[in-house]
Nanobody
Framework: QVQLVESGGGLVQAGGSLRLSCVASGRFFRVNAMGWYRQVPGKQRELVAAMERGGTTNYADSVKGRFTIDRDNAKNTVYLQMNSLKPEDTAVYYC??????????????WGQGTQVTVSS
């Protein structure tokens, strides 16, 4: 299976920047799509940005033009560069990865989450 470890969260003032990282490790054949989701208490987890292995990206409308997702397939790592942060970006950010097991079965894993807090 795949284990995901996130890093890079923290406290930042509005207008500031943060860069999140997520590394996938474990036994698997290949990691396919990787992405970032976020969740605030009382609300559903929502997609922030995702990237297919081939480079196709998908962003939530609320972050377009401010956030950039990137990945290093050789390192099984996905990044989220967050610029011009707003207080409404405050949430726990989760990494997600879709993968193929060594038996070529599809699977999906979540990281433990990293807190991002943007002060006004």
């Amino acid at each position: 299976q795949v284990q995901l470890v996130e890093s890079g969260g923290g406290l930042v003032q509005a207008g500031g920047s943060l860069r999140l990282s997520c590394v996938a490790s474990g036994r698997f054949f290949r990691v396919n799509a990787m992405g970032w989701y976020r969740q605030v208490p009382g609300k559903q987890r929502e997609l922030v940005a995702a990237m297919e292995r081939g480079g196709t990206t998908n962003y939530a409308d609320s972050v377009k033009g401010r956030f950039t997702i990137d990945r290093d397939n050789a390192k099984n790592t996905v990044y989220l560069q967050m610029n011009s942060l707003k207080p409404e970006d405050t949430a726990v950010y989760y990494c997600n990865a879709d993968f193929l097991t060594v038996l070529l079965k599809a699977g999906s894993s979540w990281g433990q989450g990293t807190q991002v807090t943007v002060s006004s």
